[in-house]
């Protein structure tokens, strides 16, 4: 009787393999790109069309086989190229049809490899044929279609030149051997075209994660603060506006909860700008912005408006958490910093606060006014509406 334990420990054996060739297959060429190694990977994810390409040069190719060489060596190796196409297929579409496409990753890279070696079957019965039409048709074939690959997946260099060299390395071996002895000089040439596909690879691959990183940092940008990485303004309305939103808030919070808005200025911000210099006052904002992130909850959104001006958006607070946290934040930014090149900058903060109802830009107003209110009663100070 089998032991179910060995079974299982069995199976964890080999997920494990399978992940780690994975891992290493779709493995960005720099180590700094490993950020961006999801993005590249779901490059590899491509349309019909692309396919549908491949498999019709293919059709032709074992059309030919059928027709100048064997028809039942031609229908044998079509099935297998149909299995390993339909295989494919298979995976790419439940990859693009998934909510989570990463998990479908592993799958679709196997099921490349596999077409790969199809592939190489229809090239080396060509070149083995004899005949020189099928020859030449062969290469061609087999030639564009790795050109295909280093394209289509350069985002994993070594998948890429994986499926490259399962296709060509059999039929460069096949072709050489298979007319006269003048046709060795393959094998001379063989490294060079080697070396230049590895290196399109490369280029394709640079090309590709240069681009991606260009798209994560615009994204970046278009919701987060250059300065501090807190939210922008344009971050800060859309999460308010969802927020308000009757529909889209319900989703996010449910009925009966409502959110709270803190509208933040520094104290004396100025006068260190003025003194050290706009470097010292980047590096105080940026030092302020760490502070306000560690008084806040995870769920609460922190941002800056511009210049010396913040916001924290809090999700369904109690009015005790929100006075107790506008006490600690002023305690917090009252605390002196130490910026580069000796200096101790001492400022505080004024907040204002009110809730958010269904206009952002109405609470936002509130909340400015309040503000202001704090500043006149004294600096340092918070006045809170709607608690």
């Known amino acids: 009787m089998s032991d179910p334990s060995g079974t299982v420990e069995r199976f964890s054996a080999v997920a494990k393999l399978r992940q780690a060739a994975f891992d290493w297959l779709t493995a960005p060429a720099a ?7 999801s993005e590249l990977a779901r490059t590899l994810i491509v349309n019909r069309r692309t396919l549908a390409f491949g498999a019709l040069s293919m059709g032709l190719l074992l059309l030919a086989i059928a027709l100048f060489k064997s028809i039942a060596e031609g229908a044998l190796i079509a099935l297998v190229v149909a299995a390993a ?19 479908n990753l592993n799958a679709v890279v196997e099921a490349g490899l596999v077409y790969a070696v199809s592939l190489s079957l229809v090239g080396v019965a060509a070149t083995t044929s004899g005949q020189l039409v099928l020859i030449v048709l062969g290469a061609l074939v087999t030639t564009g279609l790795v050109f295909g690959f280093c394209i289509t997946n350069s985002a994993a260099p070594r998948y890429a030149t994986l499926q490259a060299v399962i296709v060509m390395l059999p039929v460069i071996f096949t072709t050489a051997l298979s007319g006269p002895p003048e046709m060795l000089i393959i ?3 063989a490294p060079i075209w080697i070396f230049g596909v590895i290196m399109l690879i490369g280029t394709s691959h640079n090309r590709l994660a240069g681009l991606i990183r260009a798209q994560k940092t615009s994204r970046y940008l278009a919701y987060n603060d250059a300065l501090t990485g807190l939210a922008n303004r344009a971050q800060v309305m859309s999460t308010l506006q ?8 319900r989703a996010r919070q449910p009925k009966g909860q409502r959110s709270y808005l803190l509208y933040l200025d520094l104290d004396g911000f100025k006068g260190v700008n003025d003194t050290h210099g706009h470097a010292a006052g980047d590096r105080l904002l940026e030092a302020v912005a760490g502070r306000l992130t560690d008084n806040v909850r995870s769920g609460d959104l922190v941002g800056r408006l511009g210049g010396d001006e913040f916001v924290i958006v809090l999700s369904d607070p109690q009015p ?5 946290l506008a006490s600690r934040i002023t ?4 605390h002196p910093f130490s910026l580069p090149g000796d200096i101790e900058a001492r400022i505080g903060v004024s907040i204002g606060g009110a809730p958010l109802h269904s206009d952002p830009q109405h609470a936002l107003a509130e909340a400015d006014t309040m503000l202001y209110r704090a500043k006149h009663g004294g600096r340092g100070g918070h006045f809170l509406s709607g608690l």
């Open 31 to 37: 180590a700094a790109d490993s950020n961006i190694r």
């Open 85 to 103: 196409l339909l295989l494919r297929a298979h995976t790419l579409d439940r990859a693009q049809q998934a909510a989570d496409a990463d998990k």
């Open 187 to 189: 094998f001379v040439h």
């Open 242 to 249: 969802q927020l308000a939103n009757p529909t889209q808030s």
């Open 320 to 324: 005790d958490h929100v006075r107790a």
């Open 331 to 334: 305690e917090a930014i009252a």
